[in-house]
């Protein structure tokens, strides 16, 4: 599995920014994608997880402000991010779940500054 990441930049608070993750070398469906993010000195978190029937799972950090999506024919997987917040400035991860397996993008980038 081979996960690449793009969308990621600098935000001023309160912007939004579309974090998008293109899949490929295995069948998507199988896969739960999430993304996560890791904050400089801080453990890696998860933001938003979506199954292959379309049920999300958000952490209260997100809930309210990020949406996360799939499209199953494209192989992509996307996050919204809007009211984005200077807490929110992290590298943010695309992950892919089957079981004890997991796959990981190289991250992007999200700073959220003035």
């Known amino acids: 599995v081979q996960l690449v990441e793009s969308g990621g930049g600098l935000v001023q608070p309160g912007g939004s920014l579309r974090l998008s993750c293109a899949f490929s070398?295995?069948?998507?469906?199988?896969?739960?994608m999430g993304w996560y993010r890791q904050a400089q000195g801080k453990q890696r978190e998860l933001v938003a997880s979506?199954?292959?029937?379309?049920?999300?799972n958000y952490a209260d950090s997100a809930e309210g402000r990020f949406a996360i999506s799939r499209d199953n024919d494209k192989k992509t997987v996307a996050l919204q991010m809007n009211s984005l917040k200077p807490e929110d400035t992290a590298v943010y991860y695309c992950?892919?779940?089957?079981?004890?397996?997991?796959?990981w993008g190289q991250g992007t980038q999200v700073t959220v500054s003035s």
């Open positions: 992950n892919a779940n089957r079981g004890n397996s997991d796959y």
């Open positions: 979506i199954t292959l029937r379309g049920s999300t």
């Open positions: 070398g295995s069948i998507f469906i199988l896969y739960t």
